[in-house]
C-alpha cells in the first residue's frame, strides 16, 4: 500500500514508507556520524550526487531522512529538511532567500526570534525586512518593493492569533515573482497545509505540535519543488543547522498521536475561550473558533479546526496578567506551546521581549496580552485552574 494513497491518520502511522534492512517495526535510531563506503569509487560517487549512500549525519542520515520524507508527505511537499531547531529552520529559510541588496515582507505578529534575528543580524549584512499586518492583504500590497524576495507568513500569527489569507498573499506575491514561505507552527499539517493555497516553502518548529511533549527542540523546511529542496538543502548542511538523529527518532515517535492530541486539545480549547470571553475580568480573547474573531469565518474556510492556541487581556492590563500567570496551578508557566501540558506565559516580557516597543505596539502584542496554549488535561479542571486565579486578580 502506497501511504500516499491513504487518510491522514493513517499517514501519521505509515508514511513515509520507511524499510529496515532487518524488518524493524519502528525506524531505528543510526547514531552515528559518519558511514563507511563499500569502495573508494563508492565514496566518490556519494560525493559526486551519483549514489544515494549516505556519507556524513550533517548531511544525511536514515532516521533524520525517514522525519523528512513524512513531515514532507503530511504537508503534500517535495522534500523535507530536519534542522536543529525551530530557528534552525527559520535560518535556513532566510540564508537560502535573501542576499545583500535584498528586502523581505513579513508577518508584524510573528514568534520573536524570527523577527530579532532580521532586524539585527540580517541587517548587518545588507537586508531589509518590512514588518505588516500580513490579515490586511492592502498592506502587504503596499509594502511589496522591486527588491522584494520573500513573503514570509506566520498564520494563525504568534501571538495575536490573527488569520492571514494564504491564498490571497501567495497569488499577490506571485504576480510579483515573489515566492512565499508559511510558518505552519500554530496548526501543524493536520489542520492547515499551506501548499494547497499557493505557498513555495513550509517550516515548522518540531519542537510544538508535531512532537508534542516538550522533550526535543527541532524544526523543518518543506519546499514545494526539487529546485527550492536542493537550495534549502544546501544552506542546511553548509551552516550546520542539522538535526541530530535521537531527536528525529523522538519526532517520529511523537507525530503518530498528532491528531488525537490536536483533536483534544481543540475541543478543550473552545470551552477555555468561550470561559475567558464571558467572564467579567476579561477585556478580550483572541481565538479562531469563536464568531468575535475577526477572521473567524475565513479561518473556517482555510483551516481545518481552529487549533488550541488562545491570546487574551485582562481589564486589569499588565498588573491583572502577573497575578493571573502567578497563581494558576495547573497551567505552566512557560514559554513554548503545542504540548500536551498547558503553557501560559506573557509575550510581551518573554518570547517577544526583543522585539522594539514601537514594533510590538504596530504587531498588537499588548502589555496585557496572555498567551495560553491548552493542552490535553481535563477541560474542567483548567477551567477550575483559571477560575480560582481570577479570583485573585
Known amino acids: 500500500m502506497k501511504s500516499k494513497n491513504i487518510g491522514f491518520n493513517s499517514k501519521l502511522i505509515h508514511g513515509g514508507e520507511f524499510n529496515d534492512a532487518l524488518g524493524s517495526a519502528t525506524v531505528p535510531i543510526y547514531q552515528t556520524s559518519t558511514f563507511k563506503f563499500d569502495s573508494a569509487e563508492h565514496g566518490a560517487a556519494c560525493f559526486a550526487g551519483e549514489s544515494d549512500g549516505y556519507i556524513y549525519t ?33 535560518n535556513t529559510v532566510y540564508g537560502a532567500m535573501l542576499a545583500q541588496g535584498d ?105 510544538k505540535f508535531i512532537n508534542g511533549h516538550a522533550d526535543i527542540v527541532g524544526g523543518v523546511v518543506i519546499a514545494k519543488d526539487e529546485v527550492l529542496y536542493k537550495k534549502l538543502r544546501s544552506v542546511m548542511v ?13 519526532v517520529i515517535r511523537g507525530v503518530k498521536t498528532l491528531s488525537i492530541r490536536i483533536d483534544r486539545a481543540q475541543e478543550s480549547a473552545m470551552k477555555v475561550a468561550q470561559y475567558l470571553e464571558n467572564h467579567p475580568k476579561v477585556e478580550w480573547v483572541r481565538f479562531p473558533g469563536l464568531a468575535s474573531h475577526p477572521q473567524h469565518e475565513l479561518a473556517k474556510t482555510q483551516m481545518d479546526g481552529f487549533g488550541s492556541m488562545i491570546s487574551f487581556e485582562l481589564k486589569g492590563g499588565l498588573e491583572a496578567g502577573r497575578v493571573l500567570m502567578n497563581s494558576v496551578q495547573m497551567a505552566i508557566l512557560a514559554v513554548s506551546l503545542g504540548g500536551v501540558e498547558t503553557l501560559i506565559q506573557h509575550p510581551a516580557s518573554m518570547t517577544h521581549s526583543k522585539v522594539s516597543a514601537d514594533g510590538k505596539e504596530k504587531a498588537g502584542i499588548t502589555d496585557g496580552l496572555v498567551r495560553y496554549s491548552v493542552g490535553i488535561e481535563d477541560v474542567v479542571d483548567l477551567i477550575a485552574d483559571l477560575e480560582q486565579a481570577l479570583a485573585k486578580v
Open 58 to 90: 550533517r548531511i544525511g542520515n536514515p532516521t533524520i531522512h525517514a522525519l523528512e520524507m513524512l513531515l514532507a508527505e503530511l504537508e503534500n511537499g517535495f522534500g523535507g529538511i530536519a534542522c536543529s531547531s525551530g530557528m534552525g529552520a527559520v
Open 103 to 207: 528586502h523581505i515582507v513579513s508577518s508584524a505578529a510573528v514568534y520573536g526570534p524570527s523577527r530579532v534575528v532580521l532586524e539585527t543580524y540580517y541587517k548587518k549584512f545588507g537586508v531589509e525586512a518590512s514588518f505588516v499586518n500580513t490579515a490586511d492583504i492592502n498592506e502587504v500590497r503596499k509594502a511589496i518593493r522591486p527588491e522584494t524576495k520573500l513573503l514570509y507568513i506566520e498564520t494563525p500569527s504568534n501571538p495575536t492569533i490573527e488569520i492571514t489569507d494564504l491564498k490571497a498573499c501567495c497569488d499577490l506575491a506571485h504576480e510579483h515573482g515573489i515566492p512565499v514561505a508559511v510558518d505552519n507552527t500554530f496548526c501543524s499539517p493536520y489542520l492547515q497545509r499551506p501548499f494547497e493555497f499557493g505557498a513555495d516553502i513550509v517550516l515548522h518548529s518540531l519542537t
Open 238 to 250: 553548509t551552516l550546520g543547522f542539522n538535526m541530530d538523529p535521537h531527536q528525529a527518532y523522538l
